[in-house]
């Protein structure tokens, strides 16, 4: 079982640079999120999407842009690095069920930028 | 504004020891609280507590929930090495398809 995959693990990029951080999952769930974790701040939530073709801003969501074409995918754009971007970032996803909902990460993706 | 904060920050403990995390939380429509491990990679889920289920046990760890006053414990009994980790509490909502997470409490388990 995939499960969440993201790619790539590891980038480094010049300031200016940009990129795109690839998600999918297998689960057939409806819900899909980006997350950065920096040190001492948890995870804060950047883009996230209740279904296919919808996208909505979370927490953090400046210098960044999300798509969600198909139902598994949900990319994460960075149209012009800063090093402010350094960070570790997790993709996840949930479906909902009559408790409540359940979160899967991804194993991560660490960007620096220099 | 909807806030998720835990405590402490950091702790270090000796194995054989039992520590206990903190997590209160300030949110509107709450359904369910989680907590997650976090090692090297990804956060792994070990808890839901919902509205129904306030008490869950699985081996050493345990947590309650209590709604009343909006916080949520985590104990874990006989700490080993393998407990170094990062413990994230996060609370869904009602209705709002997200996730708010606390900042974490990094463990450090000394031999």
């Given at each position: 079982n995939a499960g969440v995959?993201?790619?790539?693990?590891?980038?480094?990029?010049?300031?200016?640079?940009s990129m795109t951080l690839l998600c999918a999952q297998d689960m057939n769930h409806e819900y899909m999120y980006w997350y950065r974790q920096d040190p001492g701040m948890g995870l804060r939530l950047i883009h996230y999407s209740v279904g296919e073709g919808t996208t909505a801003k979370g927490?953090?969501?400046?210098?960044?842009?999300?798509?969600?074409?198909?139902?598994?995918?949900?990319?994460?754009?960075?149209?012009?690095?800063?090093?402010?971007?350094?960070s570790?970032?997790?993709c996840a996803s949930s479906t909902t069920t009559g408790a409540g909902n359940t979160i899967y990460f991804g194993e991560g993706s660490w960007l620096t930028v220099v | 504004?909807?806030?998720?904060?835990?405590?402490?920050?950091?702790?270090?403990?000796?194995?054989?020891?039992?520590?206990t995390l903190n997590c209160s939380y300030e949110v509107t429509n709450f359904r369910s609280l989680l907590w997650y491990k976090q090692e090297k990679k990804a956060p792994t889920f070990?808890?839901?507590?919902?509205s129904s289920g306030i008490e869950?046990?699985?081996?050493?760890?345990?947590?309650?929930?209590?709604?009343?006053e909006l916080f949520s414990i985590l104990n874990i009994t006989a700490t080993q090495t393998g407990d170094s980790a990062i413990y994230l509490c996060a609370v869904d909502k009602y209705n709002f398809n997200k996730f708010y997470f606390g900042s974490g409490t990094k463990l450090n388990v000394k031999p």
């Open positions: 995959t993201q790619t790539p693990k590891f980038r480094v990029l010049k300031t200016g640079q927490e953090v969501p400046d210098g960044y842009n999300v798509s969600r074409l198909k139902k598994q995918n949900f990319l994460l754009g960075l149209e012009s690095a800063a090093p402010s971007q350094t570790v970032y997790f | 504004e909807d806030k998720v904060v835990q405590s402490p920050l950091s702790l270090v403990v000796h194995e054989g020891d039992t520590v070990l808890f839901m507590l919902t869950k046990k699985s081996g050493r760890l345990s947590s309650i929930l209590d709604k009343k």
